[in-house]
């Protein structure tokens, strides 16, 4: 199982998801904002707001294409492109969305990996071999396979999850503890894998129309950048000296990019007492994250942070949601933060296992 | 010894450089050569040149996503670890390669 390597897969298309979702969503944003909306003919003469909004949400929807190619192509190299967008492709088509094109990118591309180590073929077809022949067996196959065997189960699932989510929504009792276990997840690792995965489930379910998970990631990805921008503030109120001169320094950038939903700014402040701030950043994202879902907030952008709040359904009380959040993490910071002691950087290292470890 | 090796992390923004940073710091206080490229979320940045690779002893590819241009290491020596290990104990991880190097 090991050497199948499944996470660095889906990191790696992920990866490549990212600025793409960026991209279409804020299309997307910009057009709803200059008041466009979704039009079916793109063919005719159009609006630019409606250009925009159309070609955003278009983009959107191409998202199970882009994890379908981009878990492909890490697998199998450029052998896995053609049919991870083919195959992506029938995904979107045949309703088995997000999910299926996960799994049909993981198939495809270890199907083509596999073909490429065991077809012995003579020389002068070996050009063809990625070129026509892979794609072809391989969208062929997977395509067969995912119509009808694979999708039935995806159907069925992703009807469940679906009708589950809808239900939860008026039920209180399910929805605020819901809220703060997505918070809480999409918010402890930092942007990290855990984060990732909550990401991939919130985006599966956002193309079959329901907003609220990736709502509440989103305010909890920003909980810790705005927590500690408030916390220091705060700080400087209360007069407890526990910010040094460097990380006051890292905080503006840290805003910055928490302002666009980029964690990763605030790094260099966590990684200095990372255990600490992370217990700040669960209880803050999970108080956000219930907040959140109490008050049914959605959003049909899937990232960009305070850019994409024409995409939420209730942009007053999302940013309620991240403000109650962050101020919960900066009244934590006040009790559990340290100031760095200076000269001293270099902090003690975790005792980590190696022994796996091996040259290759 | 000399070390050459890729960071590269999912987003590409942040776990990458720091990766990098903290290799560096950690390799170069043990007294060794290093030169690390960062596959970030802007493409490939202080690339690694074909004779620094075939003279370094060791490859680190500290990476949580696939890399480009990993068949450059063939052959070599090539230890590959997640971003995150590099990050909190890089000192730790150089200690270990020099033993089984």
């Given at each position: 199982m090991k050497e199948l390597q499944i996470k660095k897969h889906m990191l790696t298309a992920i990866s490549y998801l990212i600025p793409f979702v960026c991209t279409?969503?804020?299309?997307?944003?910009?057009?709803?904002?200059?008041?466009?909306?979704?039009?079916?003919?793109?063919?005719?003469?159009?609006?630019?707001?409606?250009?925009?909004?159309?070609?955003?949400?278009?983009?959107?929807?191409?998202?199970?294409?882009?994890?379908?190619?981009?878990?492909?192509?890490?697998?199998?190299?450029?052998?896995?492109?053609?049919?991870?967008?083919?195959?992506?492709?029938?995904?979107?088509?045949?309703?088995?969305?997000?999910?299926?094109?996960?799994?049909?990118?993981?198939?495809?591309?270890?199907?083509?990996?596999?073909?490429?180590?065991?077809?012995?073929?003579?020389?002068?077809?070996?050009?063809?071999?990625?070129?026509?022949?892979?794609?072809?067996?391989?969208?062929?196959?997977?395509?067969?396979?995912?119509?009808?065997?694979?999708?039935?189960?995806?159907?069925?699932?992703?009807?469940?999850?679906?009708?589950?989510?809808?239900?939860?929504?008026?039920?209180?009792?399910?929805?605020?503890?819901?809220?703060?276990?997505?918070?809480?997840?999409?918010?402890?690792?930092?942007?990290?894998?855990?984060?990732?995965?909550?990401?991939?489930?919130?985006?599966?379910?956002?193309?079959?129309?329901?907003?609220?998970?990736?709502?509440?990631?989103?305010?909890?990805?920003?909980?810790?950048?705005?927590?500690?921008?408030?916390?220091?503030?705060?700080?400087?109120?209360?007069?407890?000296?526990?910010?040094?001169?460097?990380?006051?320094?890292?905080?503006?950038?840290?805003?910055?990019?928490?302002?666009?939903?980029?964690?990763?700014?605030?790094?260099?402040?966590?990684?200095?007492?990372?255990?600490?701030?992370?217990?700040?950043?669960?209880?803050?994202?999970?108080?956000?994250?219930?907040?959140?879902?109490?008050?049914?907030?959605?959003?049909?952008?899937?990232?960009?942070?305070?850019?994409?709040?024409?995409?939420?359904?209730?942009?007053?009380?999302?940013?309620?949601?991240?403000?109650?959040?962050?101020?919960?993490?900066?009244?934590?910071?006040?009790?559990?933060?340290?100031?760095?002691?200076?000269?001293?950087?270099?902090?003690?290292?975790?005792?980590?296992?190696?022994?796996?470890?091996?040259?290759? | 010894?000399?070390?050459?090796?890729?960071?590269?992390?999912?987003?590409?923004?942040?776990?990458?450089?720091?990766?990098?940073?903290?290799?560096?710091?950690?390799?170069?206080?043990?007294?060794?050569?290093?030169?690390?490229?960062?596959?970030?979320?802007?493409?490939?940045?202080?690339?690694?040149?074909?004779?620094?690779?075939?003279?370094?002893?060791?490859?680190?590819?500290?990476?949580?996503?696939?890399?480009?241009?990993?068949?450059?290491?063939?052959?070599?020596?090539?230890?590959?670890?997640?971003?995150?290990?590099?990050?909190?104990?890089?000192?730790?991880?150089?200690?270990?390669?020099?033993?089984?190097?």
């Amino acid at each position: 199982m090991k050497e199948l390597q499944i996470k660095k897969h889906m990191l790696t298309a992920i990866s490549y998801l990212i600025p793409f979702v960026c991209t279409a969503g804020m299309l997307m944003v910009i057009g709803n904002i200059a008041g466009g909306s979704s039009v079916e003919d793109f063919t005719k003469q159009l609006a630019f707001p409606d250009f925009l909004t159309t070609i955003g949400g278009t983009a959107l929807g191409f998202l199970p294409i882009v994890i379908s190619t981009g878990i492909s192509y890490s697998i199998a190299d450029k052998a896995g492109i053609a049919p991870g967008i083919i195959l992506g492709l029938l995904c979107k088509d045949a309703g088995f969305g997000f999910l299926g094109g996960l799994i049909s990118g993981y198939l495809v591309g270890y199907l083509t990996v596999y073909l490429l180590k065991v077809m012995k073929v003579p020389k002068w077809v070996a050009g063809l071999l990625p070129q026509l022949i892979l794609p072809l067996i391989g969208s062929l196959a997977v395509g067969l396979v995912m119509k009808y065997v694979i999708g039935i189960p995806i159907n069925a699932l992703t009807n469940a999850i679906t009708d589950l989510l809808v239900n939860m929504q008026n039920n209180a009792g399910m929805i605020i503890p819901f809220g703060i276990l997505v918070g809480i997840l999409s918010a402890v690792d930092y942007g990290g894998p855990i984060n990732k995965v909550v990401f991939v489930f919130a985006c599966g379910v956002m193309a079959e129309g329901i907003g609220g998970p990736i709502a509440i990631l989103m305010q909890a990805s920003m909980i810790a950048p705005f927590g500690l921008t408030i916390g220091y503030f705060l700080s400087k109120i209360m007069k407890k000296d526990i910010f040094s001169k460097e990380e006051v320094d890292n905080l503006k950038s840290a805003f910055v990019m928490g302002c666009c939903m980029i964690t990763e700014g605030s790094y260099p402040i966590i990684l200095n007492d990372l255990i600490r701030i992370t217990i700040c950043t669960g209880v803050g994202a999970g108080v956000g994250g219930a907040v959140c879902a109490a008050l049914n907030v959605t959003s049909k952008v899937p990232t960009g942070g305070l850019f994409a709040l024409p995409g939420f359904n209730h942009p007053q009380y999302w940013l309620l949601a991240l403000l109650i959040g962050s101020c919960v993490f900066a009244v934590l910071l006040q009790f559990l933060k340290r100031k760095p002691v200076k000269g001293n950087v270099e902090i003690e290292e975790k005792e980590i296992d190696l022994s796996s470890l091996k040259i290759s | 010894m000399n070390i050459v090796g890729v960071a590269a992390c999912t987003a590409g923004i942040a776990h990458t450089y720091i990766a990098k940073e903290k290799l560096e710091n950690a390799a170069r206080k043990r007294g060794h050569k290093i030169h690390m490229e960062t596959q970030g979320v802007i493409g490939v940045e202080d690339a690694l040149s074909s004779g620094e690779i075939e003279t370094a002893d060791v490859v680190i590819l500290a990476t949580d996503v696939s890399i480009s241009g990993k068949e450059r290491f063939e052959g070599k020596k090539v230890v590959e670890v997640p971003t995150e290990t590099v990050v909190m104990s890089p000192n730790k991880l150089i200690e270990k390669i020099e033993e089984l190097v």
